[in-house]
């Protein structure tokens, strides 16, 4: 399965506190993204990083990519409470691959 | 992005029922749009491809007539679940891909708010 897989699965962290999240994956991909879900809602596209990159900025959003180790960081800086949800990698590959997610919980 | 729409947003039917979910894609004409099912805390599993005008590509293990998928024209994709059983009820996404205009590009999916099932 070229699914990836994320850790934590769960993270708990304090408002203005920075929050990171991995992805690994397994096969060769063409780029990797980062969603965003809010609970009971739909994805929200945050960020794409493609396999010829190693870093990506967006506002406080910093993904990088090391295909090298078939893995992915998403970084928050200085978080807020509105940052709670969950978030998922997705590889692009011949298809596309959801990660198992990391539910984020920022503490006002 | 793109502007994704479900209809409807929960669903409530009794054992046994049809129930059609429409995605549709308001600002761009998608030739591919992509079928969703998410159950509680878990990630998204890949149901079916719909493709515009031809049939839709299913992931293993979907049943394909169980899971009925039309995609009649660029900007409607329906899904429907035939004979509804509790175990189906779920979390259903569409999402459409590529950016506005002709879709080109499918590095990018964007992503309807998601349609509740729930099965009695």
């Known amino acids: 399965s070229q699914q990836g897989e994320e850790d934590p699965q769960a993270l708990s962290i304090q408002e203005g506190e920075n929050a990171t999240m991995n992805c690994s994956y397994k096969?060769?991909?063409?780029?990797l993204q980062w969603y965003r879900q809010n609970s009971g809602r739909g994805l929200v596209h945050l960020i794409l990083?493609?396999?010829?990159?190693r870093e990506k900025h967006s506002g406080r959003l910093r993904v990088t990519l090391d295909t090298s180790k078939k893995s992915s960081s998403l970084l928050i800086t200085a978080s807020r409470a509105a940052d709670t949800a969950s978030y998922f990698c997705?590889?692009?590959?011949?298809?596309?691959?959801f990660g198992t997610g990391t539910s984020l919980t920022v503490i006002p | 992005g793109a502007v994704v729409s479900q209809h409807p947003s929960w669903v409530i039917c009794k054992s046994g029922t049809s129930v059609k979910i429409e995605c549709r894609s308001l600002d761009f004409q998608a030739t591919t749009m992509f079928w969703y099912r998410q159950f509680p805390k878990q990630s998204l599993m890949l149901m079916a491809t719909s493709n515009e005008g031809s049939k839709a590509t299913y992931e293993q293990g979907v049943e394909k007539d169980k899971f009925l998928i039309n995609h009649a024209s660029l900007t409607l994709s329906t899904l429907t679940v035939t004979s509804a059983h509790p175990e189906d009820s779920s979390f259903y996404i569409c999402s459409v891909a590529g950016s506005s205009g002709r879709v080109r590009s499918t590095d990018t999916q964007y992503f309807g708010p998601g349609t509740r099932l729930t099965v009695l």
């Open positions: 997705a590889t692009r590959g011949n298809q596309f691959y």
């Open positions: 096969t060769s991909i063409n780029n």
């Open positions: 990083i493609r396999s010829n990159e």
